[in-house]
């Protein structure tokens, strides 16, 4: 699966649009990004995935250039309850009935301040 | 309803009991998992069922046993608890969608067990 790089922190204020980038450089032709969020004292929760171009959905939207060599999360007008850890994962299911193998990185602390 | 739930949500031990972890999933999802957070964040995947079938065990020490005993339930068995295993223990669910190399479907996640080994 393809190794992700993305900052380990970032600081934002209230009302600000925050934009997270992720690298992923040996993107494979079949994998897909995904965006998990993690609140403090509980579990990853899915926020979006996309292969190609631009996903958006009720939470965020997802940038993915031509190359897919990265990738950007934008969270539109952040409040202090976005203050998570967002991780970004790429990969795809190799074979039939083998589950979904998500690798977690280090994911991207986000503090926002009032 | 909540739609993974794990028992319990702390879970304090000495070194040397055996101790288990229950998870129950009532979204009618065929994959379940067993993941890892140690104390600097990193989410690290142990187990992975597929219809009570084992599809994935990555490297675990054998003291760790998942049984389950149907697909909505998969159990963590830990034997002769470390003051290593201290860390936050999720499971999660994931419906599978049958094709070869397909996109990830979504994963739902419990609320975590944090366990403590002293």
């Not at chain 2, 009991?17 to 140690?38: A, F, R, V």
């Amino acid at each position: 699966l393809a190794k992700t790089t993305q900052p380990i922190s970032m600081d934002s204020y209230e009302g600000q649009e925050v934009n997270i980038t992720c690298s992923h450089n040996n993107i494979a032709t079949n994998d897909y990004i995904t965006w998990y969020q993690q609140f403090p004292s509980q579990g990853p929760r899915f926020i979006i995935q996309g292969y190609k171009t631009k996903v958006t959905n009720e939470v965020a939207s997802l940038f993915i250039p031509a190359d897919r060599k990265s990738s950007t999360l934008s969270l539109p007008r952040v409040s202090l309850s976005d203050t998570a850890v967002y991780y970004c994962l790429v990969g795809a299911r190799m074979s039939y009935n083998q589950g979904g193998k998500l690798i977690f990185g280090q994911g991207t602390e986000l503090s926002v301040k009032p | 309803d909540t739609a993974v739930s794990q028992t319990p949500k702390y879970l304090v031990t000495q070194m040397g009991n055996d101790k288990s972890i229950k998870c129950e999933q009532n979204l009618g999802h065929d994959t379940m998992y067993w993941y890892k957070q140690d104390s600097k964040k990193f989410l690290k995947i142990m187990f992975s069922y597929n219809n009570k079938e084992l599809i994935i065990n990555e490297t675990v020490p054998n003291r760790f046993s998942p049984k389950s005993p149907d697909k909505a339930h998969l159990n963590l068995h830990i034997n002769s608890l470390e003051l290593g295993d201290s860390a936050v223990y999720f499971c999660a669910s994931s419906q599978d969608l049958g094709r070869p190399a397909s996109r990830f479907t979504e994963a739902f996640f419990g609320q975590g067990t944090r366990l403590t080994v002293v």
